[in-house]
Nanobody
Framework: QVRLVESGGGLVQPGGSLRLSCLVSGSMFSISGMGWFRQAPGKQRELVATITSLRDTNYADSVKGRFTISRDNAKNAVYLQMNNLKPEDTAVYYC?????????WGQGTQVTVSS
């Protein structure tokens, strides 16, 4: 079973930055598209950014120009650089394969944007 471990969240002021990391166990990582998702309290989980095995990227309109997704296949890792954070970015952030997930989810990492 694939294991996903997200880290890097925290409390940051509006306009600040965070870099999230996700480590993925298993041999399928390098050929898998990956995505970052987030879930705010009382809301459904939403897709934030995706990266293909060829490193093509795509972003939700709400984060375009502020977030950057990247991957390191040698480390089985995917990252999300988040700049100019806004209070509406507050959520638990998760990574998973995209478009089809690995069948399980990690614990996520909490991002709170508040002054």
């Amino acid at each position: 079973q694939v294991r996903l471990v997200e880290s890097g969240g925290g409390l940051v002021q509006p306009g600040g930055s965070l870099r999230l990391s996700c480590l993925v166990s298993g041999s399928m990582f390098s050929i898998s598209g990956m995505g970052w998702f987030r879930q705010a309290p009382g809301k459904q989980r939403e897709l934030v950014a995706t990266i293909t095995s060829l490193r093509d990227t795509n972003y939700a309109d709400s984060v375009k120009g502020r977030f950057t997704i990247s991957r390191d296949n040698a480390k089985n890792a995917v990252y999300l650089q988040m700049n100019n954070l806004k209070p509406e970015d507050t959520a638990v952030y998760y990574c998973n394969a995209y478009p089809s997930d690995f069948g399980s989810w990690g614990q996520g990492t909490q991002v709170t944007v508040s002054s």
